[in-house]
T-cell receptor, first 114, second 112 residues
């Protein structure tokens, strides 16, 4: 069974640009969550989507947005990039939204802002 | 406000000995707890979980203990192996529409 796939793996952008990251969940998983990981920090929750609806949003500015498609694939977008947005962005999927369902992570997209 | 805390940034253990990783939480609504392992350049991998109705869960060399009154959980790895060297994240969630909350991780080094 294929795992969570994130593309691209690495990305370099400059300040002010915008970026779109893609995530394909495990087949059959309908919930997709996004996290940001920066050095010295744990995983900071960005948002969760289920059946194309955003169920939850973390404490991030409106420059961070996402969406989910009918095939459960998800994208996240960051506009007007800032140096502090440099991070590893992780996508995770699970079958549903039950609290006792572990998240399964992709290998992430490493975003560097110059 | 850090709801899940891993107070030890790093831990070194000799091969064959026990590794004990600790995690504290502040939110009494948390009722499901997980441990993830992360190697460099890879995403976190789910390791083991425990529900608040239990105080222990075991899976092979990995055992998680939960002390609800102390709001504390720990992961025991016995015996530790060099391949266990990784960053371990503790995470917690509450029933309902709440996201998973992660600690900052503990880097475990198992020395041969």
């Amino acid at each position: 069974k294929a795992g969570v796939t994130q593309t691209p793996r690495y990305l370099i952008k400059t300040r002010g640009q915008q970026v779109t990251l893609s995530c394909s969940p495990i087949s059959g998983h309908r919930s997709v969550s996004w996290y940001q990981q920066t050095p010295g920090q744990g995983l900071q929750f960005l948002f969760e989507y289920f059946s194309e609806t955003q169920r939850n949003k973390g404490n991030f500015p409106g420059r961070f947005s996402g969406r989910q498609f009918s095939n459960s694939r998800s994208e996240m977008n960051v506009s007007t990039l800032e140096l502090g947005d440099s991070a590893l962005y992780l996508c995770a999927s699970r079958p549903g939204t039950g609290a006792n369902q572990p998240q399964h992570f992709g290998d992430g997209t490493r975003l560097s802002i110059l | 406000d850090q709801q899940v805390k891993q107070n030890s940034p790093s831990l070194s253990v000799q091969e064959g000995r026990i590794s004990i990783l600790n995690c504290d939480y502040t939110n009494s609504m948390f009722d499901y707890f997980l441990w993830y392992k992360k190697y460099p350049a890879e995403g976190p991998t789910f390791l083991i979980s425990i529900s608040s109705i239990k105080d222990k869960n075991e899976d092979g060399r990995f055992t998680v203990f939960l002390n609800k009154s102390a709001k504390h959980l720990s992961l025991h790895i016995v015996p530790s192996q060099p391949g266990d060297s990784a960053v371990y994240f503790c995470a917690a969630s509450a029933t309902g529409n709440t996201p998973l909350v992660f600690g900052k991780g503990t880097r475990l080094s198992v020395i041969a």
